[in-house]
């Protein structure tokens, strides 16, 4: 059985950021899950994370949310932890997966000890809210569902299963 291979493109105020391969975990017609390695060069270290060659990065986006969870594991299968991007809902065609990244984030620890809401100045200073408020609100309310999520009972684990 072959795995099926599709490019995830993220881009950013109409830009591309990155764009990398992975491989097709799940399709179950809102979510879809893939897997691939660390994707850009070298380490990132954010301080409360490193993200390195070998990393591993099962990433769930959907097509009617306005996030996408990335599960980070190291090479050896350690669990690091989730990186959550808030984004447009997920566009899957002609074996792509374009995802629109609207700045915030938010860090989740392994042991969900550490909740981390990120890039806030980013997402302020984007000017999103003045240019489509509606993308603005729902992408603050999507930041605060998922850090709700993640110091739940079970964690984002729930939005997986």
């Known amino acids: 059985m072959t795995t ?3 490019t995830v493109t993220l881009t950013k105020a109409g830009r591309t950021k ?6 097709l975990v799940a399709d179950t017609g809102d979510r879809i899950s893939v897997r691939a390695p660390w994707a850009a060069d ?8 490193r993200f390195e060659p070998g990393d591993v990065f099962t ?7 306005w996030y996408a969870v990335k599960e980070v594991r190291t090479g050896g299968g350690v669990l690091k932890g989730w990186y959550c991007d ?11 997966i374009l995802v629109e990244d609207l700045d915030l984030d938010l860090w989740v620890s392994a042991d969900g000890a550490s909740v981390l809401r990120l890039d806030e ?8 809210a003045e240019s489509d408020p ?3 609100a729902e992408a603050v309310r999507a930041l605060d569902a998922l850090a709700a999520r993640a110091q739940a009972p079970g964690g984002l684990t729930t939005l997986l299963t």
């Open 121 to 128: 100045d980013e997402f302020a200073a984007s000017g999103l």
């Open 86 to 96: 808030i984004t447009r809902p997920t566009v899957v065609a002609d074996g792509g």
């Open 4 to 6: 099926a291979t599709l």
């Open 42 to 49: 070298g380490v990132r270290d954010f301080g409360f994370v």
């Open 59 to 65: 990433e769930h986006f959907w097509r009617t949310r």
């Open 134 to 136: 509606r993308a603005a």
């Open 18 to 23: 990155i764009r990398y391969p992975a491989a």
